[in-house]
C-alpha cells in the first residue's frame, strides 16, 4: 500500500508539473531560509561552550553608577586578579588577561634586521599560564609552564604559519612595537569560530611592562574593557557566594571608590548574548527565529492554496477511486503522501542551495564584522541538522498537506464524476481568504520593517552630528613620545592638498572613550558624574571643524594647561556657557582654567546620548594623526602622506581610514540588520505572490460561468477584472490593518534603544500599502487579464 501511495504520488506530481513546480520552488524558499536561520542559532548559541568546564568559569566584570546612569564594562583592574587569588582559597584558578589591538609585529633574522611587518588589530595579548586552565587549547608544542618567563609568546598555528611560512616557529623571534623580543615557546591548534575569545598572540604576563599606553598596570583606579578576569571554580564552589564577599573584597582595596560600582560575575555562557559587555542582543536571534516561521507558514499557506486550487481538476480521479473501494482514510493518505513528497523534493532541493549560500553568507558577513556568523556549513557532518530537517518534513507535511487532504478526500463520488464538484465543496473562499491575509500581514510587516530601518539609516547619514568628517584620513602616530611631532606636522603641511593636521588620543566620534573623575572649580568634592577626555593638540578643533562657542582654544603644549569643555558639561553643571569660562577644571590630579566651550558633537554612535567633554594636551596619549585634504588630488595626496610617514616611522607599517568609513562602521550592525530583512522581505514577497497565484486561480475557475454571463450581458474588461480587483483589495486592507499597527509597535521597540531616532510617520504605511497593492497588482493581473477575454461561449455551454 505504501509503495502504491508513492508510486501513485510521483505519477500526480509529473503530470501536474506546473503545480509541482511552484508548491517545491515555494516550500525550497521557506526551508532554505528556514536552514540558513537554524544554522545561525546554532551556531550563535553554541559560543564558548565547548570549553569542559566552561558551566564553572565566569568574568569579573565592573558595573559603575553615577548620576549619568549605570554603566558596564567587560574588563576589571589588573590587580584584581592577584587578589582574588590571595584571598579566596575557593577558587580553582584565577587568571588576568589584557588584549592589545592596533599593534605592530615585526620579524628580525639573526641580525636583528627587521624583515616582515604585521599590523595585528584585535588578536594580540597578555596572559598569564593559568588561562590555559582555564580555557580549553589544544598544544601541538610546548604547555603553559612557558608562559612563566618575561619574553616569551605562544601562537596559534595560523599565525606562526603567518609568521614562518613552513619554518619551525619554536625558538624563532618576535617583536612587538619594535620594542620587545618575545620567544616563541610554545604553539596551540588554531581558535575555533564559536568564540569570543579572538586572541592568537599569547605574551606572557610576565613580560608586560609596569606602565601601558602611559597608565600603571597595576592601578586599582584604572578600569579597561579589554583587562579581563576569568574565574573557574572548584567543582563543590558556589558561584553566589563569591557574589556575596565581592562588595567586602571592592571595599578592602578600593576604600571609597568602592561605593560607585561593584564587580559582578557574568557567566561565561552569557557572555555571548549580554549586551552590557559587548555581546551580540539575542533579541535579534528571536527575530531570525520569528521570521523563519512565518516564512514557513507562507509556503505552507501556499501549498494551501495551490493545492485547493487544484482540487477540482482531480474530482473525477477521487470518484473513480471511492467508486472502486477507495475509503476517506486511504485517500487522505494518499494526498498527504503527495505533500510529504513534495516537502522531501523541497528539502532535498533547500540543503543543496544552503550549501551555496551559507558560505557566500559568511563571506558577506565576515567583510563587516570579521568573524562567521553562522559557522562552517556541510550537511553531512551536521547531526542536529538531519534532526531538524526530518522535524520539518513532518512538520510542513501535516501543516500544509491536511486541509488539503481533507477536503479532497471528503468529496462525495456520485458529485464528483457528474462533475458537480463546485468551490464551496473544496474549502469555498473563507479560508484561502483569512490564508492570504495571514500572508499579506507577514510581508506587511516586513515591509513596513524594512522601510523605518532604511529611514533610520538614512537618517545617522544625514544627521549632524557637530562636525564634518569628510575628507579627513586617520592615520597611526606609533611613537608619539619619541616624534618630533611639529617636525612632522610641518613635513606634512608641505604635501600639496594637505589643509590641517592634528595629533590626538581619540577621534571626536570613536568606539574608544576614556571616563575619568574630575573637579570643577572650588568644588571640594569630585562630581558624581564621570568625564569623557579627549587628549590631543591645539589644532585639534580646527582640523575636525569643531565650532568654538565661547572663549578660545587651548595653546600650544605638551601637556595640560588649559581645557576645552563642550556644551554637555556645561549642562550637566547647571550653569551657563559664560559661568565656567575661566573656571578650574582638575582631571588626573592637574588643575587648569577652562578657556573654551565648544559645540555639541556626537562623541558615540547616535544610540548613546552626547557625553560631558574635555579636551586638552597631552602629548603622550596622542597615538593617531588626522590629515584634512583637498579632494582635487586626493591620490596623490595620500601617497604625499603615507611618503612622509613612512619615512617618519621606517620600521611601522602605514595604514589609513576615512573618519566617515570609520562611522559607518560603528553602525554595522544595524546595515546587517537592514541587508537580513531587505532578504528575508523579498523572498516573502515572492512566496506571496505564489499564494496569490493560487487564489487568483481558485477565483477564476469560481468565477468562470458569472464572468461569461456578464460579458454576455455586456460587461467591459475593466469591469470584470474589477471583480479580481475588489476582492484583493478588501484582502489586503484588512491585513493592513493588522499589519500596521504590529508594525509600528515593533518598530517602536527597536527604535527605543537609539537616543536620536526618526519617528514612524503616515507615509511609512502609505508606502507600504502601496507597494503591496503594487505586488498584489502584478501577481494576480495576467492570470484575471486571461479570466476576463475567456470566450464567454466556452465558459456557458455546458448550461
Not at 530537517?389 to 464524476?417: D, K, N, R
Not at 589643509?499 to 558624581?528: C, I, K, M, Q
Not at 476582492?727 to 527605543?752: C, D, H, N, T, Y
Request: some cysteine.
Amino acid at each position: 500500500m505504501l509503495r502504491n501511495y508513492f508510486l501513485v504520488a510521483y505519477r500526480t506530481l509529473l503530470r501536474y508539473k506546473g503545480y509541482t513546480l511552484l508548491n517545491v520552488l515555494g516550500l525550497t524558499l521557506g526551508i532554505a531560509c528556514s536552514i540558513l536561520i537554524f544554522q545561525v542559532i546554532k551556531f550563535q548559541t553554541s559560543f564558548d561552550r565547548y570549553h569542559a568546564n566552561a558551566d564553572r568559569i565566569v568574568q569579573v566584570t565592573t558595573e559603575n553608577k553615577d548620576e549619568n546612569g549605570v554603566s558596564h564594562s567587560s574588563g576589571v583592574p589588573a590587580p584584581v586578579a592577584k587578589a582574588l587569588r590571595n584571598d579566596f582559597a575557593f577558587l580553582e584558578r584565577v587568571s588576568v588577561l589584557m588584549a592589545v589591538g592596533n599593534r605592530l609585529i615585526t620579524i628580525p633574522d639573526s641580525k636583528g634586521t627587521v624583515q616582515k611587518k604585521f599590523k595585528e588589530e584585535k588578536t594580540i595579548g597578555f596572559v598569564e599560564p593559568d588561562y590555559f586552565h582555564i580555557l580549553d587549547y589544544q598544544w601541538l608544542a610546548g604547555s603553559p609552564k612557558e608562559l612563566t618567563a618575561p619574553n616569551t609568546v605562544v601562537l596559534t598555528r595560523k599565525m606562526a604559519e603567518k609568521y614562518f611560512g613552513t619554518e619551525q616557529a619554536v625558538g624563532k623571534i618576535i617583536r612587538l612595537e619594535n620594542t620587545m623580543d618575545l620567544k616563541v615557546t610554545g604553539i596551540v591548534a588554531d581558535i575555533p569560530e564559536n568564540t569570543d575569545r579572538r586572541l592568537e598572540v599569547f605574551i606572557s604576563w610576565a613580560s608586560m611592562p609596569k606602565q601601558w599606553d602611559g597608565i600603571e598596570v597595576d592601578n586599582w583606579g584604572w578600569t579597561n574593557s579589554s583587562t579581563n578576569c576569568l574565574i573557574l571554580f572548584k567543582k563543590e564552589a558556589d558561584i553566589e557566594r563569591l557574589n556575596k564577599l565581592m562588595p567586602a573584597f571592592r571595599q578592602k582595596y578600593l576604600g571609597e571608590d568602592a561605593k560607585e560600582g561593584s564587580y559582578p560575575l557574568v557567566p561565561l555562557k552569557r557572555l555571548h548574548f549580554d549586551s552590557n559587555y559587548g555581546g551580540a542582543k539575542d533579541t535579534m536571534f528571536y527575530v531570525l527565529a520569528a521570521i523563519g516561521l512565518f516564512l514557513l507558514l507562507t509556503a505552507c499557506i501556499n501549498f494551501v492554496n495551490l493545492a485547493t486550487a487544484q482540487a477540482l481538476k482531480r474530482s473525477k480521479e477521487v470518484g473513480v477511486r471511492k467508486v472502486i473501494g477507495g475509503t476517506k482514510a486511504q485517500l487522505f493518505g494518499q494526498f498527504l503522501t503527495e505533500t510529504g513528497l513534495i516537502t522531501f523534493i523541497a528539502i532535498v532541493v533547500a540543503v543543496g542551495l544552503s550549501e551555496v549560500l551559507i558560505p557566500l553568507a559568511n563571506a558577506a558577513i565576515k567583510n563587516q564584522t570579521s568573524i562567521n556568523f553562522t559557522g562552517t556549513f556541510s550537511f553531512f557532518q551536521e547531526p542536529l541538522l538531519w534532526a531538524f530537517l526530518l522535524g520539518l518534513l513532518l512538520v510542513v507535511t501535516l501543516l500544509a498537506g491536511f486541509y488539503p487532504g481533507m477536503i479532497l478526500s471528503g468529496f462525495q463520488p456520485v458529485a464528483a464524476l457528474k462533475g458537480k464538484i463546485n468551490t464551496q465543496q473544496v474549502g469555498g473562499l473563507s479560508v484561502r481568504r483569512s490564508l492570504v491575509i495571514v500572508q499579506f500581514i507577514i510581508t506587511q510587516v516586513l515591509i513596513i520593517s524594512t522601510i523605518v530601518i532604511t529611514q533610520q539609516m538614512g537618517f545617522y547619514r544625514n544627521q549632524d552630528i557637530g562636525y564634518d568628517p569628510s575628507a579627513i584620513i586617520v592615520i597611526p602616530n606609533p611613537t608619539p613620545e619619541q616624534t618630533n611631532l611639529q617636525t612632522f606636522r610641518h613635513r606634512l603641511g608641505q604635501v600639496p592638498g594637505v589643509e590641517a593636521v592634528s595629533f590626538f588620543a581619540a577621534p571626536p566620534t570613536s568606539t574608544t572613550n576614556f571616563s575619568t573623575n574630575h573637579r570643577f572649580g572650588s568644588h571640594t568634592e569630585v562630581e558624581p558624574w564621570s568625564l569623557v577626555i579627549k587628549p590631543a593638540d591645539y589644532t585639534y578643533a580646527n582640523t575636525f571643524g569643531l565650532k568654538l562657542l565661547a572663549g578660545r582654544n587651548i595653546i600650544e603644549s605638551d601637556t595640560a594647561r588649559e581645557y576645552l569643555v563642550n556644551e554637555a558639561y556645561v549642562k550637566k553643571l547647571g550653569l551657563k556657557i559664560q559661568d565656567v569660562l575661566g573656571q578650574n577644571l582638575d582631571v588626573w590630579g592637574v588643575s587648569a582654567p577652562i578657556v573654551g566651550v565648544i559645540k555639541d558633537f556626537n562623541n558615540l554612535s547616535l544610540r548613546e546620548e552626547i557625553s560631558p567633554i574635555a579636551i586638552f594636551s597631552a602629548r603622550d596619549f596622542q597615538k593617531f594623526g588626522a590629515v584634512r585634504v583637498s579632494t582635487r588630488d586626493l591620490p596623490g595626496t595620500l601617497a604625499g602622506v603615507e611618503s612622509v610617514w613612512n619615512d617618519t616611522y621606517p620600521n611601522h607599517l602605514y595604514e589609513q581610514s576615512f573618519m566617515d568609513e570609520r562611522i559607518a562602521k560603528m553602525y554595522k550592525s544595524e546595515s546587517l540588520m537592514l541587508q537580513t530583512i531587505r532578504i528575508f522581505s523579498f523572498i516573502a514577497i515572492f512566496i506571496g505572490c505564489l499564494g496569490l497565484y493560487g487564489l487568483v486561480s481558485f477565483l477564476a475557475a469560481q468565477k468562470t460561468k458569472e464572468i461569461g454571463v456578464r460579458k454576455v450581458l455586456g460587461a467591459s474588461l475593466i469591469q470584470i477584472l474589477g471583480l479580481f480587483g475588489r476582492e484583493f483589495a478588501r484582502l489586503i486592507l484588512v491585513a493592513f490593518a493588522i499589519a500596521a499597527p504590529l508594525g509600528w509597535w515593533l518598530m517602536s521597540q527597536w527604535l527605543k534603544e537609539y537616543t536620536y531616532r526618526i519617528s514612524i510617520g503616515w507615509e511609512t504605511f502609505a508606502l507600504a500599502i502601496l507597494l503591496t497593492t503594487a505586488i498584489a497588482a502584478l501577481t494576480v493581473g495576467w492570470q484575471s487579464f486571461r479570466a476576463a477575454l475567456a470566450n464567454p461561449a466556452k465558459s456557458l455551454k455546458s448550461e
